[in-house]
């Protein structure tokens, strides 16, 4: 697995390739896409352990649905306008994110104080293991410079679905 400090060097190696494969494959939706893509997802987890990285959290800010403001402000004790004056601003897309990164949430041994409770889109990040995953290339292409695993898996689809 590359080194999360080399990744957005070694990212940035990659990107026009990537995007380029990413938009063909998008165009093209293979058929065992998804299947590849479970197979991937769960070998390359299988292997590694995100409390050793956690640059997902360290870099990025997931955006904060209704539902997860209101479960975190419940399991933090705060009124769901208190979390959001505290954590949350608006972005240029009108979404509620992160007012700062690394997040609030992420402890020095890098496990999330609020895991049980986290936003729907940190459970589900990197988003590899979902279906229909052609309809996320653009995400992925741009979590390959954020998520170590998500380099490696997309490095190994190329070559097990050459497009």
């Known amino acids: 697995m590359i080194d999360p400090q080399k990744l957005p060097e070694q990212a940035a190696k990659v990107a026009q390739e990537n995007a380029k494969y990413l938009k063909k494959l998008k165009a093209r939706k293979p058929k065992k896409l998804d299947a590849v893509m479970t197979k991937l997802h769960n070998e390359t987890f299988a292997k590694i352990d995100?409390?050793?990285c956690a640059n997902c959290c360290k870099?990025?800010?997931?955006?904060?649905l209704p539902s997860d403001i209101k479960r975190i402000s419940k399991r933090l004790g705060l009124k769901p306008i208190d979390f959001e004056t505290t954590y949350l601003r608006v972005?240029?897309?009108n979404d509620k994110v992160l007012q700062?990164?690394?997040c609030s949430?992420?402890?020095a041994d890098n496990e999330c104080i609020i895991y049980e409770d986290r936003p729907k889109a940190c459970r589900e990040?990197?988003?590899t293991d979902r279906p229909k995953f052609h309809q996320i290339t653009g995400i992925t292409a741009k979590n390959v410079a954020v998520c170590p695993a998500v380099y490696d898996m997309v490095e190994r689809l190329k070559s097990e679905l050459p497009l």
């Open 50 to 52: 995100c409390l050793n």
């Open 100 to 102: 700062q990164v690394p």
């Open 91 to 93: 972005d240029e897309d």
């Open 105 to 107: 949430f992420l402890g």
């Open 59 to 64: 870099t990025t800010g997931p955006l904060f």
């Open 125 to 127: 990040f990197p988003h």
